[in-house]
């Protein structure tokens, strides 16, 4: 597909010029503001199943030229939503060392300082990941929202590879780790609401899951993680510095937010 950035001509104002959806309905990401949150005592806690990987087993990590992602193997699944929805990559968006914050879904207009999204897709219905992508019952992404605080060591077990993939297109194998790990501690509290790929092609197609609590990194790994990569090739004679990653909020429309907790 056409190329795309997140600044200048490629920006995300000219997203919509080659990838129609960008300019659609239900668009990604939102303020999750509170005027607009509605109670749903039928939001179950959200379920991990598998995601308590070996370190025998190995991961591919990439840089896309968009973010760092992880593959990860369809048997890690979700339970608790309307289908069973199989993992397929997670990734993050963050800001900059002088502009750190950078998560894509905002509280009450706080914008973090980055977001891991952890990709899957309705295996009841779809054979993988891109079959899914522009469907609308296709994807649903878990956000994790992300502080500067202590010291993560999941986050650790990824974050010291990233030297193998400082260039777009660099990808290389590592050792798969408990992936629960990277997901915040209370998994019943959540905002949930119909939204699209947050990247062109910008599908309608993700039943988002927002975690309510952060977690946190230190301020070493989140330097680490918005200084080791590039979003230009090993080829290329200007590097170009990986970062400010994220689309800026949607119109949220009409769209109501659901809250599994009670404010
Ligand atoms: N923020 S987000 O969760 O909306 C989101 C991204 F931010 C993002 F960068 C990617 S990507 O594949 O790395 C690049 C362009 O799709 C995907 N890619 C996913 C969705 C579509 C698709 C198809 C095949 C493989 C991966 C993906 C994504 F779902
Ligand atoms: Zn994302």
New binding site residues.
Partial sequence: GHKWTYTGPDGEEHWHEHYPFCHGTFQ?PIDLNSELLRYDPTLVPIEVWNYNLSSYEQLTLGN?G??V?LSLPRRMHLSGLPHRYSA??L?L?WGSPTMPAGS?HTVNGKQFTAEL?V?HFNSDRYPN??VA?DKSDG?A?LGILIEVGDYNPSFGQFLKYLDGVKYKDQRIQVPAFDIRGLLPARMDEYYRYDG??????C?PS?LWTVFRNPITISEEQFLALCTSVFSSSQQESAPVPLNGNYRKSQDSEDRIILVSFRE
Avoid: F, I
């Avoid at 699209?196 to 092609?201: F, G, K, R, V």
């Fill in positions: 990604s896309n968009h973010s992602q397929a990559q990734h968006h894509e999204h990709v990941v891109s992508a994807l992404v699209s790929l947050t990247t062109p092609p599908y993700v």
